[in-house]
Nanobody, 111 residues
Framework: QVQLVESGGGLVQAGGSLRLSCAAT????????MAWYRQAPGKERELVAF???????NYADSVKGRFTISRGDADNTVYLQMNSLKPEDTAVYYC?????WGQGTQVTVSS
């Protein structure tokens, strides 16, 4: 059974950093693109960043230059390094790949 499990969320002050991880089990995710989405209260889920199987990355304009997505295919994990965090980055962050979603991890940025 394919599963995605996120970790690394928490509470941080504005300007701080967090690193999210998404561990995948049940298949080899080196075959798939992987993505991070987020959903803030009262808002629609939005794409934050994705990385293709070949390593090409793309980012939402709102996080360019601050967030970095990377993947460790040896351990079936995708990471999201988030720097210079802003209160507007507060959301539940979800990992997505191969048509599956993780359960989400809360990121809260205080001003």
């Amino acid at each position: 059974q394919v599963q995605l499990v996120e970790s690394g969320g928490g509470l941080v002050q504005a300007g701080g950093s967090l690193r999210l991880s998404c561990a995948a089990t049940g298949t080899s995710f080196s075959l798939y693109s992987m993505a991070w989405y987020r959903q803030a209260p009262g808002k629609e889920r939005e794409l934050v960043a994705f990385i293709t199987r070949g390593g090409t990355t793309n980012y939402a304009d709102s996080v360019k230059g601050r967030f970095t997505i990377s993947r460790g295919d040896a351990d079936n994990t995708v990471y999201l390094q988030m720097n210079s965090l802003k209160p507007e980055d507060t959301a539940v962050y979800y990992c997505q790949s191969a048509g599956k979603w993780g359960q989400g991890t809360q990121v809260t940025v205080s001003s």
